[in-house]
């Protein structure tokens, strides 16, 4: 197969049967933030939103740089999002006015 044949038919998450190099298995406690995407996938889905296949095909919409770069569940972020904003049911204005107010209440909110 060519490179370029390899690049139409092979989307970023299919790396089957490539050298991916050692692979560092360590268990970690998710953290809040990736609980929370965990639920927020399970609540779309429960109302009919967004379903498993969508954010397949979302996360896999993102891109090899980008699905490269970004950790499992920033991967889910983007692909929600994006789907999101295709589906009318989110703009891009409307997350960074929420994204800013999240970033003021954790501002204001003393630390433990």
Known sequence: MTQTEMLLKRLPNDIGGLDGGHIQRVEHELEPWEKRCHALAD?????????????????????????????????????FANILFAKGILTPSELAAKMDEVAARWDREPRP
């Not at 109302?47 to 979302?58: C, S």
């Not at 970004?70 to 972020?77: A, H």
């Open 43 to 79: 609540v779309l889905d429960f109302y009919k939103i967004l379903n498993t296949e969508e954010k397949r095909r979302g996360v896999e919409a993102l891109g090899a740089e980008m699905v490269g770069a970004l950790s499992y569940y920033e991967r889910w972020i983007a692909a």
